[in-house]
Nanobody, 117 residues
Framework: QVQLVESGGGLVQPGGSLSVACVVS????????MSWYRRASGQERELVAQ????????KYVESVKGRFTISRDDAKNTVYLQMNSLRHEDTAVYYC??????????WGQGTQVTVSS
C-alpha cells in the first residue's frame, strides 16, 4: 500500500518562505512522477509543480515559476516544495501525488498553507 504524508504547512506572511514535504511509504518515489497540487477555497484543484520519474526534469504552473522549487530525495523517499516570495493567492491546501502508467494516482491528505499578514 502506497501512502503519502505531507507536512510543513502553516501560516506565513506575504513575501515569506515555507517548505512542505511529502514522505512516501510502500514504494520507491523515483518510479513515480511526483506532483504538488493545491486547492484554494472555492476553486478547482490546480497542478503546481511536477518532478518526473527517473529524472530531475521539473515543470511548474506559470504563476509559481521562479518562486517555487520542487525537489526529490530518493534516499529519504521524500519530495519537497520550497515556496519563496509567497503571495496571498498561494493560500490553499497543498496535496502531494504520485503517478505512473498502469497504477492509480496516490494522494496525500493535504497540508494547509496560509499566506496572511
Amino acid at each position: 500500500q502506497v501512502q503519502l504524508v505531507e507536512s510543513g504547512g502553516g501560516l506565513v506572511q506575504p513575501g515569506g518562505s515555507l517548505s512542505v514535504a511529502c514522505v512516501v511509504s510502500g514504494s520507491t518515489i523515483r518510479w513515480y512522477t511526483m506532483s504538488w497540487y493545491r486547492r484554494a477555497s472555492g476553486q478547482e484543484r490546480e497542478l503546481v509543480a511536477q518532478i518526473f520519474s527517473y529524472s530531475t526534469i521539473t515543470k511548474y504552473v506559470e504563476s509559481v515559476k521562479g518562486r517555487f522549487t520542487i525537489s526529490r530525495d530518493d534516499a529519504k523517499n521524500t519530495v519537497y516544495l520550497q515556496m519563496n516570495s509567497l503571495r496571498h493567492e498561494d493560500t490553499a491546501v497543498y496535496y502531494c501525488a504520485a503517478s505512473r502508467p498502469g497504477d492509480p494516482t496516490y494522494w496525500g491528505q493535504g497540508t494547509q498553507v496560509t499566506v496572511s499578514s
